[in-house]
């Protein structure tokens, strides 16, 4: 059988089937089943994530007066990220390189022992869509409801219960949309500010964008999203092994499938099954899926993984007295195994993918905890003045201008000493510190800040050997004692 979302087929017979590339969308209803330990699994994974998304931003962290004190803040206009005790300037943007890879490679270890877990239970889009389509059902009923009112003409009832539902996503869109922003500025006065409207239009224009997401991506698009748009469903089988557990349909035992013809009262169930499959065909299955599918076709592009099939096909084995599982959420190895009438074994969990995951997961941790526990605590950058690249100067000599940045990144004014190298004779001017022709400048920036100085450099004509002459800016931190190294050029005229 064609799931609801697979391609429409033209069945004319003889010769070659032509496939249409496209299929009509057709909406589906999922049932919602409100027990089974994957049903209460979900509801577990859905507050703490959401309580988690709402929490952080109000979580404080002292990092002494003036500064930010929220733990977790991307401060766009302060061009700061702030997580509990890290603070990333915007040149240490690798440390969000490396915990994106750790990211990404984490989930590539989950998905090779737990299959789709992340699709099925911790995305935003399956997390939020779950709660869309609890807050549907309160308002239009269940599954068989929905679907006779969307068939049915508008009625002063229909309006209600679709009004109240709307009002209820766009209320959780607006919160969810209050919860992004919340991240990029100090909660509690952003909060303030958007109520009293005193906030930016930026603020109110992105609480907006994301506010629109979640009721568009949730409310209407839902399985779409996974089915059409994600690019994860579309390559995360090759992270699958035999050991991967997936949720899958037991055919060995549930084929031939059949109604179950008055019922299991006062009947036993050995014999009632005896020379049949366990599948009663009651399509409880296909009703719960949030994707529409129907799982006994085998593993599905479609299908998230989110195991409420089993939680379905468990709930309908009980109540025919027959073994759980027919729906199983296990290795392939296993479900193999069973068929054969073999026992199944635990799963395995060092395979060679999982620890090639997990090691490279180790190197680069390992990496970004050593560049954090070595992270500098100042850093400078030098550009050469390019117009004019040197002024030649009386008494044969020559200079060159620079802008010298230095980032002071502790919380107190900075200390710094500049000499420089490789010009024979050369010697320092700053703007704005006193002296010239000076072989070591002393400089102060303000704590947590950039000071920025034009510097020029001097040095005698008769000393240059070349038009471009490697130079070296030698930064000493006075208060750690710490060195950067600076390569530049002095730039002269052509030597005859
Ligand atoms: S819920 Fe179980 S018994 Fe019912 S149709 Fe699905 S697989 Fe068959
Ligand atoms: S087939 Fe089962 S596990 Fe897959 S999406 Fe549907 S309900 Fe979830």
């Known amino acids: 059988m064609l799931s609801a979302n697979e391609a429409a087929v033209d069945q004319t017979p003889p010769g070659p089937r032509k496939v249409s590339l496209y299929a009509s969308h057709i909406k589906a209803y999922p049932r919602f089943l409100n027990k089974g330990t994957f049903r209460r699994l979900k509801w577990l994974v859905m507050f703490v994530l959401l309580g988690i998304f709402w929490a952080m931003p109000w979580i404080r962290w002292d990092r002494g007066p003036g500064a930010a004190s929220q733990a977790i803040l991307i401060d766009l206009p302060g061009r700061r990220a702030y997580f509990f005790a890290i603070e990333i300037w915007p040149q240490e943007i690798y440390y969000l390189t490396g915990l994106l890879i750790i990211a990404a490679l984490g989930l590539f270890f989950i998905s090779a022992l737990l299959g789709r877990v992340w699709c099925g239970f911790t995305c935003f889009q399956t997390v939020w869509t779950d709660l869309y389509v609890w807050i549907e059902q309160k308002f239009e009923g269940d599954r068989n409801r929905r679907m ?22 766009i209320a959780i869109s607006l919160l969810s949309g209050w919860g ?3 991240y990029f500025d100090n909660a509690p006065t952003l909060t303030h500010d958007l109520l009293t409207g005193q906030a930016s239009v930026n603020a109110y224009g992105f609480m907006a964008l ?3 997401f979640p009721y568009l991506l949730a409310g209407f698009a839902r399985e779409q999203v996974c089915i059409y748009m994600c690019p994860y469903s579309r390559f995360q089988s090759a992270m699958f092994d035999e050991h991967s557990l997936i949720v899958s349909y037991e055919a060995w035992r549930g084929e031939p499938r059949g109604k179950l013809g ?22 409880l299955c296909v009703q719960v899926c949030p994707t529409g599918i129907d799982i006994r076709n085998g593993s599905q592009l ?40 073999e026992p199944a074994s635990k799963t395995k969990l060092w395979r060679p993918r999982t620890f090639v995951y997990l090691t490279v997961i180790g190197l680069v941790g390992a990496v970004m905890v050593y560049a954090l526990s070595t992270r500098k605590t100042f850093d400078t950058n030098i550009l050469h003045e390019r117009s004019p690249v040197y002024v030649e100067l009386s008494g044969n000599r020559v200079r060159n201008g620079y802008t010298l940045k230095i980032l002071n990144m502790v919380r107190r004014e900075g200390h710094f000493r500049l000499t420089l190298e490789g010009v024979q004779g050369a010697t320092m001017a700053v703007i704005g510190t006193d002296g010239d022709g000076l072989s070591a400048v002393d400089l102060t920036t303000p704590a947590d800040d950039v000071g920025t100085f034009r510097l020029f450099v001097t040095a005698p004509k008769a000393s240059l050997k070349g038009k471009k002459i490697d130079m070296t800016l030698v930064l000493t931190n006075l208060d750690t004692g710490r060195i950067i190294r600076h390569q530049n050029l002095f730039v002269g005229p052509d030597q005859e």
């Open 148 to 169: 006779q009112r969307d068939r049915a003409p508008w009625s002063v009832e229909k309006a209600l219960r679709k009004g109240g539902k709307h009002a209820c996503w």
């Open 180 to 182: 992004f922003v919340l």
């Open 210 to 212: 994301f506010s629109i």
């Open 262 to 283: 008055g019922g299991m009262q006062g009947r036993d169930a050995a014999a009632v099954f005896g020379g049949r499959g366990h599948c009663v065909d009651c399509k």
């Open 302 to 341: 479609a299908c998230i993984g989110c195991a409420l099939c089993v939680d379905a096909c468990d709930s309908v084995m009980d109540r025919v007295g027959l073994p759980r599982g027919l729906i199983s959420y296990d290795s392939s190895f296993n479900q193999m195994a069973r068929a054969k009438g």
